[in-house]
């Protein structure tokens, strides 16, 4: 065996194992040299990111990669062996590529953002904690180690966005964070509990097939309920959106960028009890739940737009704005499930062509949204790095000092509001079109809301970027070059993206919505001998 | 009815710990309120793997009483409490940081236009 396949036979396990090394090895690392922990971590990610790629060419080309801890035996003297499975499918591995471009982004632009900072030996091993936690959730195949995960993603990001202990609001952002975190925490393990005394397993797969034979208890509803209401919460989706506008706007601008990962990562778990653990009954409650994620989607939108019209701080906009681009997603894939249901009991979900194509657009917008709110998240952070200012009230006139900031800025603003030719009209157009076939309103609702959004952020470009020039921003100089390079790489996948949208959509998007939707391939390892 | 007493005090340790995290306004309160609502779920994981009867998983070679409660959920719940006991650390350490900025963990003394 060579050495490539070798490592791609361990790459699920490595892709957790490096990030969570080098969190643990950049405290010794920042003993001998500062400059060097910098490095050390924009490696530690550099390397995830390739195995990352590397198990994407796998997956994409061979199929669902499964990786064992323990026992290769499934039975020993017919009792179920007690293990955990990591399943890595299309789905997972498109997620995984969102959480690692945004981890590397964050380290990049961490080296000159974070410089003056003090303590950050620990907020490297925090960030790189965050990366391991966002990447097991994608990756896991089992309920309790997705529970282990999420607390660990809660956890470093909480203490990532009170980062900056001298400001009592990012304190308070802090702790209003961990405590939505933990609640919901808890009500996922509730529910897996409740999973667990029925059938016995949690392992995903294990549960969806013993789901699938006993049809669909009291119990298993109650669980549902949790899972949906608890993993909205960590998803932001309105009204449970109250903490996000506070974590992402107090946080420093690199972990903002990383809380959108951490953020999808709890959509996708919400995705993904939906259709594939909930996937053999999801026929049963479909009308309801795809409903419920219509209307959550809906009035996410609105209210992330109405909310961000009426703020004066440039984060917690965007924070506003970054609630107001979930909603999108939860509405897509409560469209496709909806189509579904309504239709003739014949259509499944690969069959009925606007469900595929709402789910797929849906998960277009999930990497589109941390790419565009990403990069305007990205350019506040260097306002205020030049600046140290983020009322937009006292800002003013900074696209004489500051070009190509205000450059990327309008990339940003473009994508995010759905124009073309940037990535965020490829993926809206999907839903407006998806959505439409439901009911119209509900993609006139989607447009308004990007039509908002637009005006909302030409609003911010006025007011920051143009203007007369104010005295006492004569001094302020462009940002660092590593700080440019970041924002260039995602103002450049942006571009790419919105030039040949088919690409990536036959390519990537395609498989994971077919994974998601298909819960049957995720099945299949149960039968071939694992 | 004696077998179910376990899931009422489960039902009992949520609720009030829904009820003190609604309702309490001191911040020390409210994280008291997560550990008991993270209370109530760790017992109804160890409730979950009790069967009448038996003893701890413990292979000690003796045939006596074979009947053992399952392990699994008891390793889950020592997970469990060992995330909460980090998740509680890190409440209470941000708790002292707000107590130093305002004076004071009423929730209505918290500075800051919450729109």
Redesign the interface.
């Known amino acids: 065996m060579n050495i490539v396949d070798m490592l791609l036979t361990h790459a699920p396990a490595l892709t957790i194992a490096i990030p969570l090394l080098g969190a643990f090895l950049t405290p010794l690392i920042s003993r001998v040299s500062e400059k060097g922990r910098n490095i050390f971590a924009i490696i530690i990610v550099g390397i995830t990111a390739l195995f990352v790629f590397l198990m994407a060419s796998e997956i994409l080309a061979n199929g669902p990669m499964t990786y064992v801890f323990g026992s290769t035996a499934a039975t020993v003297q017919q009792s179920t062996v007690?293990r955990i499975l990591f399943e890595v499918d299309a789905l997972s591995i498109f997620m995984a590529i969102i959480g690692i471009i945004l981890s590397f982004v964050a380290v990049v632009y961490s080296y000159a953002f974070m410089e003056k900072n003090t303590g950050l030996d620990k907020y490297y091993t925090l960030l790189l904690l965050m990366t391991t936690g966002m990447l097991g959730m994608m990756l896991t195949g089992d309920m309790?180690n997705f529970?282990?995960f999420l607390?660990i993603t809660?956890?470093a990001s909480?203490?990532l966005v009170?980062f900056w202990?001298n400001k009592?609001?990012a304190?308070?952002a802090?702790?209003k964070y961990?405590?939505i975190s933990?609640?919901g925490a808890?009500f996922v393990?509730?529910a897996i509990?409740l999973l667990?005394?029925q059938y016995d397993a949690?392992n995903m797969a294990k549960i969806a097939q013993s789901l699938g034979i006993s049809g669909f208890t009291f119990i298993d509803k109650i669980a549902l309920v949790l899972f949906i209401a608890a993993l909205a919460m960590k998803g932001g989706l309105a009204p449970m959106h109250m903490w996000l506008p506070d974590a992402y706007g107090q946080a420093p601008a690199s972990i903002s960028l990383l809380l959108i990962g951490a953020t999808q990562a709890s959509l996708y778990g919400l995705f993904r009890i939906v259709f594939t653990v909930y996937g053999e009954v999801i026929s049963l409650p479909a009308i309801s739940i795809g409903w419920i994620l219509v209307l959550l989607g809906l009035i996410t939108m609105l209210i992330g737009v109405i909310?961000a019209i009426?703020?004066t701080d440039f984060k917690r906009l965007i924070g506003y704005g970054a609630v107001a681009e979930l909603g999108y997603m939860a509405l897509a894939v409560g469209t496709g499930l909806t189509i579904v249901a309504n239709a003739d009991p014949n259509i499944t979900l690969q069959t009925a062509p606007f469900a595929m194509k709402a789910i797929t657009g849906g998960l277009f917008h999930v990497i589109n949204d941390a790419l565009d709110i990403g990069l305007l998240f990205l350019v506040a952070g260097a306002v205020y790095y030049a600046t140290k200012e983020t009322s937009l009230n006292k800002l003013g006139g900074l696209a004489r000092n500051m070009k190509y900031t205000t450059i990327f800025f309008i990339i940003g603003l473009l994508a995010v509001s759905g124009l073309p030719p940037f990535n965020g009209f490829a993926s809206k157009l999907l839903i407006y079109e998806s959505t439409y076939q439901l009911n119209p309103i509900l993609s006139i609702v989607a447009i308004l809301s990007s039509i908002l959004l637009l005006a909302i952020f030409v609003k911010v470009l006025h007011s920051v970027f143009l203007g007369p020039a104010l005295p006492k921003y004569e001094t302020v100089r462009e940002v660092p070059k590593s700080m440019l390079l970041a924002m260039a790489v995602i103002a450049g996948i942006i571009i790419v993206f919105g030039l040949f949208p088919q690409v990536i959509v036959t390519n990537l998007v395609e498989p994971a919505a077919n994974a998601l939707v298909n819960n049957s391939g995720y099945l299949q390892w149960l039968t071939g001998g694992f | 009815m004696i077998a179910n007493i376990p899931y009422l005090t489960v039902a009992g340790l949520?609720i009030i710990g829904l009820y003190t995290?609604l309702f309490k306004k001191n911040?020390i309160k409210?994280v008291i309120g997560?550990t008991i609502?993270?209370s109530g779920?760790n017992l109804?994981?160890i409730t979950?793997g009790y069967r009448m009867g038996s003893v701890a998983p413990i292979f000690t070679g003796n045939a006596d009483n074979p009947v053992m409660s399952y392990p699994?959920?008891q390793a889950?719940t020592l997970?469990?409490i060992v995330?909460g006991v980090?998740?509680l650390a890190?409440?209470l350490s941000?708790?002292i940081?707000?107590y130093r900025?305002?004076g004071s963990l009423h929730v209505s003394k918290?500075?800051?236009d919450d729109?």
């Open positions: 007690i309790f529970f282990v607390e809660s956890i909480a203490a009170a202990t009592a609001k304190v308070e802090g702790f961990i405590v933990t609640i808890l393990l509730f509990a667990y005394g949690l909310m009426i703020q | 949520i995290l911040l409210m997560i609502l993270q779920v109804f994981l979950l699994v959920p889950l997970t469990s995330i980090a998740v890190l409440m941000l708790v940081h707000i900025h305002h918290l500075g800051g729109q």
